[in-house]
């Protein structure tokens, strides 16, 4: 359990650099690190990783809806089908989830390149 | 193995990348690229702004090239109010906060004015593109900035405003981008004072690069010049000018050129495609000033509502500049330094358009088959060209060589079957200014008295604007103001022949000849883009928009009111009375045979007979007369419809010339339907249009509602996204009513200033500050509007005087 706490952990605090000017997809590398760094089964580093980028998009576009009192997310949900703000949010969550799953993914794989797999849980 | 599942996990992650960096085509509709757009870091939540605004308006800037310190204190409405030492300095900061709340905007103002939409939206916006360029209106922007930059003082103040936008775009990084620019997946650019000439030429065409020439041609040759005549005469009875004769132009009928066109030799017949429709939505305005012998305070009162296509972002930009000598407020154009309508401590200033037709077209007899010259009096001569290079996203630019003639650009000899295709455009907007358009609103921003005001007039051009005056010392004034050509009679209406130069204008009507007024006895001054002058002006003019009915109305009501007060200038620019179907209605209830109706009908008509011909949102007869007048005017114009369905470019006759019809001549030949073998009358149009809307809506049921939902009122965002426009707002109103908000058309700022010691001024427009869909101050003001409500204007005397209850945030700009 605990490497996937850690790498979720990782995602969320590492993942505040994108806050600095990095490109969007900046959170790959992260998850990636997270990936090499906390070893487990593949599945679960991308699961893991999924559940960490999930948490980093939402929770940052959910703070900021909250602030905005969900003004622009009206207005973007209405431009994509007229999705509601908390689909949005999701919609959010799940390409950060998906994009951080299989960065954790690659990440846990590239270790197995150097020397014996690591041993998984 | 382990190579192969590592590979495949990084193949699936990087096209996961790839997939999200790219945009994506979903039907007709371009997705921005997801992952970009929807992170939360830089993608589009980051132009969610929070709903304490004042987080995104720091207290301490650094800007370079400031002389020294400026505070700005924002209020209630995100409206800056720039405290600075100096004009240069506060047109620098004017430059920064526009920016910050409307760059996007004023982006895409000055690629639509020259014709560089493309590069960003690709070819779909390609023809639009070419016709800008090809209407010269680089050209016309660069003659601008040539003539603005003969005067130091303003290619000083052009540049500050260009520092102090680009100090604002130079700090954005991509995720502080604009939403729009993150949606069309491109980058902002630098300012340059160019723009700003392209914004001003934008309002220019949007203002004054109508005319009829080639459908008044057309018309004439069909119908010959007695049914022309008859059908489109130039001056309405009862109509009230702009300018009424008090005898002050007895002196000047010499001077004019004696010779009329020959009309009958015109050529230039062939086909056109445009769009049909009774009276047209509008570029209007209203605006009026009463003097203090009128009103309740014994103080002038003046107000003004210009009537713009409406979007989101608005039109306009709200701001107060004071300076040590001068302290104005009113609003600005994003892109254009100073205010454009607005008040200060001693005057108040305001504009309508004046509409005369100032585009005319000239046919060429060319000298060669490569069309490389032309014959001016028996001569050839080589026409210039001017290189267009326009950039395609996605493609390769399109180069375009655009002829110049001694009369302006060819226009549409790229469409070889084009009626226009040999003719050149000579338009006002071309010429390189002679006198110094900026002085203008720098005299009346600094203005104290009605000489400040006469002196800032003798340096306005164009567009032509009916420009309204009142100031504290109790003077109330109007002038008709802008470059004229001098015309021999009916010169300019139609297409010219463009081989004699003897045909080109004469000149320009001298300055102190333009019509004007100031004190007069009546007691007010008004303009709503009707008719300048009455038929005794010794200078000939023409014009397509002349308003017939808002003037008349506001003639009315002004002529009926005393003791007025703000409330009474509220309740005329609120005014939904059509004066075209209070004239209308009677009319066409005395022809209709209400025995004939059906029980349906008989409700109906009912209805009709009751209604006061006011628009108001919660009534049902509006709409009904809407459909019934529609289908009157297209059955009895029936023979202009079919040759423009044909592709044929005709007049439409003037509302007015049918309700005089209706009234005066029944039998007349146009009501005879073409379609049968009898002679119908106004009485069977009348019932025929009847049963018409009575079947329109049986078939549409749906259509049968009150007026305010019937209008199909929207406030358009200026890239048509539907997410960012406001549909949902309910307003009466008509056209031809002081109110004249139609379906996107409409009052685009609402001003009333009562010149009293303080001076005191209600303003609202139908939008909000930020141009930013992530802001409250998108739309705040959108139902503060559409409620008939105004906000107050605060001409502050210093940031601390800001009251609290209306603060928002405190900035200090200092020296970089």
Known sequence: MKPSLYTILFVLIAGQLCRFGLPWWAIVPVAALAGWMFPQHPAKSLLAGFAGGFLLWTLQAWWIDQDNNGILSARIGALFMGLPGWALLLLTGFLGGLLAGFGCLTGRWARDLVGQPAKTI | MRFIRFFFALLITGLLVWLLQTPQQAGNKTLPALGAFFNPFSGFWRNAEPADVSRHLPGEIKLQGLSGPVRVSWDDMLAPHIFAANLTDAVLVQGYVTAQHRLWQMDLITRKAAGRLSEILGERTLALDRLSRRRGMGYAAENDLKGWQKSPENTRLLEAYAAGVNAWVEQLTPADYPLEFKLLGYDPEAW???????????????????????????????????????LYPEWMPGQQPVIPDTGQWKNIRAALPATTIDAAGLTGVSEVDQNAGADQDMDGSNNWAVAGSRTRSGHPLLANDPHLSLSLPSVWFQVQIHLPDQNSHGVSLPGVPGIIIGFNENIAWGMTNVGQDVSDWYKLTWADSARTAYVLDGQPRSVEWRIEEIGVKGKSALRDSVRYTVWGPVVYDHQPDHALRDCALRWISHDMPERNTFDLFLSLNAGKSYADYQRGMNSFDCPAQNFVFASRSGDIAIQVQGKFPLRKKEQGRFVQDGSQSANAWAGFIPQDQVPSMKNPSRGFVFSANQHSTPPTYPYYYCSPDFDSYRGRRIYERLSAMRDVTADSMKALQLDNFSRRSGDALPAMMALLDRSQLDAGGKEMADQLAAWNARYEPELLAPTLFEVWFDSLYRFTWDEMYALREAKKDILLPASWRLIALMRQDTANVFFDDQATPGRETARDMVAKSFLAMQNYFRQNP??????????????????QIDAFSRADVVVGGHR?????????????????????????????????????????????MVDIWAAGEYNELLLLSGPEAMPANRSLAQQTFSPK
């Open chain 2, 702 to 719: 749906e259509a049968k509602t009150d007026w305010g939902r019937s209008k199909g009122f929207i406030i358009r965002h200026l890239a």
């Open chain 2, 736 to 780: 031809n009513a002081p109110n004249a908000i139609s379906k996107n058309h409409g009052p685009s700022w609402r001003m009333i200033v009562e010149l009293s010691d303080p001076v005191r001024a209600l303003g609202v427009y139908p939008g909000g500050q930020s141009g930013n869909p992530g802001s409250y101050f998108y739309d705040n």
């Open chain 2, 192 to 230: 340059t004072p160019l723009k700003t000439a392209l914004v001003y030429e934008s309002m220019a065409e949007t203002l004054c690069s109508r005319d009829d020439d080639l459908a008044a041609t057309n018309t004439l040759a069909h119908f010959g010049l007695s049914t022309f005549n008859m």
